[in-house]
């Protein structure tokens, strides 16, 4: 060995030193350092290698096109040398393949590690590690595809020549980990999924360290766990760490960095602090557009993102045309049929909807769950949450007979799945029971809620709005089948839940008190109605419109208790308020006894 050659080793041994332990910059200098020290000896092979390592280091780093033209220089030079090695060549088409994933060039990508993968197993033994590369590389590509079965398939037996061949500690072994702990959390099999991350972490923490930036991303994929699991303050406080260590090893605008702003903006929406998460999702998505440009998946995905937010502030008129161009994005990059584009026709026809275009809502949704029908499987739980929502759409046109039975159907995949995500079953349930309600089918639709209720005590929210819905929903059964009692304990309930989460003059609530109010006076029991009609209508009077048919309805009702109570002077003032209320005069407040 020459002079050159030993201390271009040295250099390629400093540069994967620092590159194993996330520390960039010294690596970036000692890969230079070896292209230089090639360039000298003008040994081909060490050239050629020394830019693929360069590459390798800026995808790492995010720095997309620069990986790209180091990858090609590569791919070049070995194509030019007789005696390359199939091993060098190989490898620098697997990494410019995994480039074009990333940046979502779909099909590219496709030719490239397919190619690399049959060239391995043709060359190589059937256990070698570098078909594990391949496989892990094509189990990635499979995931971005929608095609899961053969992605858990690639994935598992990549874990396995990993385990075999290296040890079951080594940091390959938990990449192969990490990302199927990741299939199967997209998959919802979240039981199966927590063991393999845990596994992964405890690997990477042990091996590499606390800090390093793998350690970072399988603590990402934990949180995004966490969270799909409703464990928000576990999801919450492994996000932060991961956020942490990623601005750390990669500075503040790598899409790494982008990967856990938009996980920590899901948390915090999923717990109604929109106002520190928008800035994380539109601090992502600046991140993406820079990083990654215009036409990737991952851009497209903060776009979506961003809108939801948007939706769930109902500033409907921003969410939509940002839904529009992720839509467009994922079409152009991943098909048509792809159920990433299933998942972006649902939040599109949910903000249409919304602003009352029913006809063009109902056919994204049709087309939505006929895409998951087709590409997840007819028990995928993204096809149950379309029909419910498609459901929800007939029923909201009172097209009974449409929505009961895929209401029906959503119950019954959520049900049938081997860990049924309890809140998504909960609003299917409830969902089914408004059907039910609707149709006069009272005793179905209890039984739904009092389900729906028991799921939604045991969730991560047992006195949240989606309670409190279900609870309303089920007195008003018990009302309209004239089970008062039972309607007036569900309401006394309801009403201190109301007053914590939106405030005690919240109109909502003030619709409550009055429909509790009505239930005491139909029962004569005016002393109790009495200080909930004066609450009900101090609301309305400062929420209702001039011109309010509720708001006269309301005061002609009460006026009509004071008369049987024998207070005909109140009742006539009240009834006088109820004139000047329908001809949208001004009027005083309603006098108290």
């Keep these: ?17 620092y590159r194993l332990k996330g520390a960039f910059a010294e690596a970036e200098k000692a890969g230079l350092a070896a292209i230089a020290e090639a360039e000298k000896t003008g040994t081909e092979s060490e050239l050629a290698a020394s830019w693929n390592n360069l590459g390798a280091l800026y995808y790492d780093t995010g720095r997309y096109a620069e990986a790209e033209k180091q990858f090609q220089k590569a791919l070049s030079r070995w194509d030019s040398l007789i005696l390359a090695r199939n091993a060098e060549i190989a490898r620098g088409m697997g990494n ?14 496709e030719t490239l590690l397919t190619r690399v993968l049959e060239s391995r197993e043709r060359t190589l033994a059937p256990d070698h590690t570098d078909i594990a590369e391949s496989l892990n590389s094509m189990a990635e590509l499979y995931r971005a595809q929608g095609k899961y079965v053969e992605a858990e398939g690639a994935s598992r037996r990549a874990v396995l020549i990993w385990e075999k061949g290296l040890g079951p500690e080594d940091p390959k072994t938990a990449v192969g980990l990490n990302n199927l702990g990741t299939l199967l959390t997209l998959l919802g099999r979240y039981a199966d999924a927590e063991p393999v991350f845990q596994r992964a972490l405890a690997i990477d923490e042990k091996v590499l360290g606390p800090e390093h930036p793998r350690t970072g991303s399988t603590v990402c994929n934990l949180a995004e766990l966490n969270f799909r699991r409703g464990r928000y303050d576990d999801a919450e406080s492994l996000g932060r760490r991961a956020l942490a260590i990623k601005e750390k090893a990669f500075g503040p605008d790598h899409p790494e960095v982008a990967l856990s702003l938009n996980n920590m903006a899901m948390v915090l929406r999923a717990r109604q602090r929109y ?27 903060s776009l ?52 009352g275009r029913d006809d063009e809502a109902i056919a994204l949704l049709r087309r939505a769950t006929a895409i998951w029908e087709k590409s997840a499987g007819p028990d995928s739980p993204q096809l149950a949450i379309g029909l419910n929502n498609l459901a929800q759409a007939y029923a909201r046109q009172q097209k009974y007979p449409e929505a009961e039975p895929l209401a029906e159907r959503s119950v019954a995949i959520h049900e049938k799945a081997r860990e049924p995500d309890q809140s998504e079953l909960a609003t299917a349930l409830v969902n089914l029971a408004t059907v039910y309600h609707a149709e006069q089918k009272y005793a179905a639709a209890e039984t739904a809620y009092r389900r729906a209720l028991a799921l939604l005590a045991k969730g991560p929210e047992p006195e949240g709005a989606a309670v409190a819905v279900s609870m309303t929903n089920l007195a008003e059964l018990y009302r309209v089948q004239g089970r008062n009692s039972e309607a007036e304990a569900m309401y006394e309930a309801i009403v201190p839940l109301k007053e914590k989460s939106l405030g005690p003059e919240n109109p909502e609530v003030g619709r409550l008190l009055y429909r509790l109010a009505e239930l005491y006076r139909q029962e004569d029991r005016f002393t109790r109605a009495e200080p909930l009609y004066r609450r009900s209508l101090a609301i309305m009077e400062r929420s209702e419109p001039v011109e309010s048919p509720a708001l006269a309805g309301a005061l002609k009702t009460f006026a009509s208790m004071l008369r049987r109570m024998k207070r005909k002077a109140e009742a006539v003032a009240l009834e006088a308020q109820a004139k000047a209320v329908s001809q949208g005069q001004a009027f005083a407040a309603v006098p108290k006894n």
């Design 1 to 17: 060995m020459h002079a050159g050659q030993a201390s271009w080793n040295r250099l390629v041994e400093q540069f994967q030193a």
């Design 96 to 109: 410019l393949g995994l480039l074009y994933l990333k940046t979502g060039r779909l099909k590219e990508a």
């Design 275 to 301: 106002v520190e998460a928008e800035p994380l999702l539109t601090r992502a998505l600046r991140i993406r557009e820079t990083a990654l440009g215009d036409n990737n998946s991952d851009t497209a995905l």
């Design 304 to 355: 979506n993102n961003l809108a939801d937010m948007y939706r769930l502030e109902k500033r409907y008129d921003e969410a939509e045309p940002l839904y529009r161009r992720s839509l467009e994005i994922w079409e152009r990059t991943l098909g048509s049929e792809h159920v990433t584009v299933a998942s972006s026709l649902h939040n599109l026809a949910e903000v249409v909807r919304r602003k």
